[in-house]
T-cell receptor, first 111, second 114 residues
Framework: DAKTTQPTSMDCAEGRAANLPCNHS???????VYWYRQIHSQGPQYIIH???NNETNEMASLIITEDRKSSTLILPHATLRDTAVYYC????????????FGAGTRLTVKP | DVKVTQSSRYLVKRTGEKVFLECVQD?????MFWYRQDPGLGLRLIYF???????EKGDIPEGYSVSREKKERFSLILESASTNQTSMYLC?????????????FGPGTRLTVL
């Protein structure tokens, strides 16, 4: 069973922030939140991960609610090349049989 | 940079054929994975391997087998291809011993079984 719930699709204007939500209400204490994206005809690409603190890297920011039941991936200045399917996953690190991707959110960045 | 390569980007086979999909990585990663990806279903784990000659079943192993004779190479085998195995197949690798072990994916093989 999927551990996460994401909207099926979202649009965003080029240059604006894209905010992608993810619901993971059954997350357990030792599970991390990971985000990947998949650009058309390519394999998924890691973006960011977090446990309970907000995280930022060169690609995106991850905001995790205090109760850890949901999170938001933020692309601060979306470009056309950010058009992709974004996957939110919760899993325990080191647990290699726990990589389950749901259907993800298809983000379309429009000019 | 980690490089994960897959033997073919596109493959067309006939029902009943034996199909080999190969994945090679150049980063000395211990763990390798095979997924299939179908519209609306996300990625589903078929098999994974955490060491040479070791394998573990994922969520949908039926109709598939795997082989890991060398650390850098992980093969997915369809013993007798069927039309319901038409899909995108993705290989991934990850190392052990880091706290968050992100997965690195190959470009995928789109297999069509006629």
């Amino acid at each position: 069973d999927a551990k996460t719930t994401q909207p099926t699709s979202m649009d965003c204007a080029e240059g604006r922030a894209a905010n992608l939500p993810c619901n993971h209400s059954t997350i357990s204490g030792n599970e991390y939140v990971y985000w990947y994206r998949q650009i058309h005809s390519q394999g998924p690409q890691y973006i960011i991960h977090g446990l309970k603190n907000n995280e930022t890297n060169e690609m995106a920011s991850l905001i995790i609610t205090e109760d850890r039941k949901s999170s938001t991936l933020i692309l601060p200045h979306a470009t056309l090349r950010d058009t992709a399917v974004y996957y939110c996953i919760v899993r325990v690190p080191y647990n290699n049989n726990d990589m389950r991707f749901g259907a993800g959110t298809r983000l379309t960045v429009k000019p | 940079d980690v490089k994960v390569t897959q033997s073919s980007r596109y493959l067309v086979k006939r029902t009943g054929e034996k199909v080999f999909l190969e994945c090679v990585q150049d980063m000395d990663h211990e763990n390798m994975f095979w997924y299939r990806q179908d519209p609306g279903l996300g990625l589903r784990l078929i098999y994974f391997s955490y060491d040479v000659k070791m394998k573990e079943k994922g969520d949908i192993p039926e109709g598939y087998s795997v082989s890991r004779e060398k650390k850098e190479r992980f093969s997915l085998i369809l013993e007798s291809a069927s039309t319901n195995q038409t899909s995108m197949y993705l290989c991934a690798t990850t190392t052990s011993g880091v706290p968050y072990n992100e997965q690195f994916f190959g470009p995928g093989t789109r297999l069509t079984v006629l």
